[in-house]
């Protein structure tokens, strides 16, 4: 396994959790990373990037001023940290990886993907 993402579970809405992304066996400085989560029934959800530089690109709109996304490169992790949590955040969360411009910043696309996590917020 390449890349695992972990720290989901259940928490109630206005609260908040870290998820961590962790990467094994590759170079994770020379890796854009990003989020996705998919919520029961729906199609999976852009979430942003966090790109070389710890700069944080493209953040959605519903998740802005209460997710942010970072990185350690020398943990070779990235996290994501999700405030004010309400219910309609309750989705599998993902983590991506890819080492090409184009494909992550451009395309959204992502080569790479960990296992996702569980979050659920309760009302």
């Known amino acids: 396994v390449q890349l695992q993402a972990f720290g989901g579970g259940l928490v109630q809405a206005g609260g908040f959790l870290r998820l961590s992304c962790a990467t094994f066996g590759v170079h994770f400085a020379s890796l854009i990373m990003a989020w996705f989560r998919q919520p029961p029934g729906k199609e999976r959800e852009f979430l942003g990037i966090v790109d070389l530089n710890g700069g944080i690109r493209d953040l959605a709109d519903s998740v802005r001023g209460r997710f942010t996304i970072s990185r350690d490169n020398v943990k070779s992790t990235s996290y994501l940290q999700m405030n004010a949590l309400n219910p309609e955040d309750t989705a599998v969360y993902y983590c991506?990886?890819?080492?090409?411009?184009?494909?992550?910043?451009?395309?959204?696309?992502?080569?790479?993907w960990g296992q996702g996590t569980q979050v659920t917020v309760s009302s």
């Open positions: 991506a990886r890819d080492a090409n411009d184009y494909s992550a910043y451009v395309l959204k696309e992502f080569i790479h």
